[in-house]
């Protein structure tokens, strides 16, 4: 007999359960329903004992698989949410965090105290702060990135999304030209020591991502240097739990004239903010 939806779904939930947590594999069950296969609860509770195609059997049997071995949904899927919009990810992107709307958040409200016109989001990824902001803002927005693979990412998603931003392959700040505005990032920050303790899922981040030297701190520490150098009005950086004390005293070191740390919703230092 073919197997009906309501049956396709029971057995996902079955198969999800064998590798997530339960809580997880309850809304990624739904997740794949909705978003993978584009059919909503409401369509599932009026059409669940309806034979399920052998298409919509097979792509979930893909990624089951694809799953199991711990790749994250967003890259099955292609896509991520970050503030309301669709952003195709890839694995040469990170994918996006809640967190980096905090940024976004601090960035918003900076950049209006300040009077910017121009903003530089330096590692941009798949672009969504860059994106994010052109869109919620009149600024001018420039983004580097070292790969050009996540450029191409956020290429793509600044022009399906609508949003003007002039994008520069380059380490840092170095193919940007002046006058920078404010300066917002989220470098990688994971310490290359806590490797082997990371959640599998993150193996499949590109590496070039997530870690820095000296403990997390290099590129942080670096942009801090340069954005100085460079007479940035201020520049807002996502950072690691722990990581606000030690990088605040660099930043005040280095002759910005105040540095702020804003917290997460765990009470984790996460968001750098360092005036001149
Ligand atoms: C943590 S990901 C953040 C991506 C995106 N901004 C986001 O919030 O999802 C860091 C990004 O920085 C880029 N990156 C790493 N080192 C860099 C460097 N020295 N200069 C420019 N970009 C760099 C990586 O390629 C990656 O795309």
Same mark, same amino acid.
């Given at each position: ?90 694995? !040469?992107? #990170?994918? %996006?965090? *809640? =967190?980096?709307?905090? $940024? @976004?958040? /601090?960035? +918003? ?61 380059? !380490?840092? #700040?170095? %193919?940007? *030209? =002046?006058?920078?505005? $404010? @300066?917002? /990032?989220? +470098? ?63 930043? #005040? ?24």
């Amino acid at each position: 007999m073919a197997q009906t939806y309501h049956q396709l779904r029971l057995d996902l939930a079955t198969a999800l359960a064998g590798f997530l947590d339960p809580g997880e594999a309850q809304g990624e069950c739904l997740r794949w329903f909705e978003d993978g296969l584009g059919l909503s609860r409401s369509w599932l509770a009026a059409h669940g004992q309806e034979a399920a195609p052998a298409e919509a059997r097979q792509r979930i049997g893909g990624w089951v698989r694809r799953r199991e071995q711990g790749e994250p949904w967003a890259y099955l899927l292609g896509w991520s949410l970050f503030r309301g919009r669709r952003f195709e990810v890839t694995p !040469d992107t #990170l994918i %996006p965090r *809640p =967190e980096t709307e905090l $940024l @976004v958040e /601090a960035a +918003l409200d900076v950049g209006k105290r300040l009077g910017v016109e121009r903003c530089v989001d330096v590692g941009t990824g798949s672009g969504i702060i860059a994106v994010s902001l052109a869109l919620e803002t009149g600024w001018q927005i420039a983004a580097s990135d070292l790969s050009n693979g996540a450029l191409a990412v956020a290429q793509r998603n600044a022009k399906a999304l609508g949003a003007a931003v002039q994008f520069h392959e380059g !380490d840092l #700040l170095e %193919p940007v *030209p =002046e006058p920078l505005g $404010l @300066v917002v /990032a989220n +470098l990688p920050y994971v310490d290359p020591a806590d490797r082997p303790t990371l959640q599998r899922e993150l193996a499949f981040e590109p590496a070039s991502a997530l870690f820095a030297p000296d403990r997390g701190l290099a590129l942080s520490a670096a942009l801090l240097a340069q954005a100085r150098a460079r007479r940035a009005a201020a520049c807002l950086l996502e950072i690691g739990a722990g990581q606000g004390g030690e990088l605040c005293r660099r930043a #005040l070191g280095i002759g910005w004239a105040k540095a702020l740390i804003h917290q997460d919703f765990a009470g984790h230092d996460r968001i750098l903010i360092a005036l001149s």
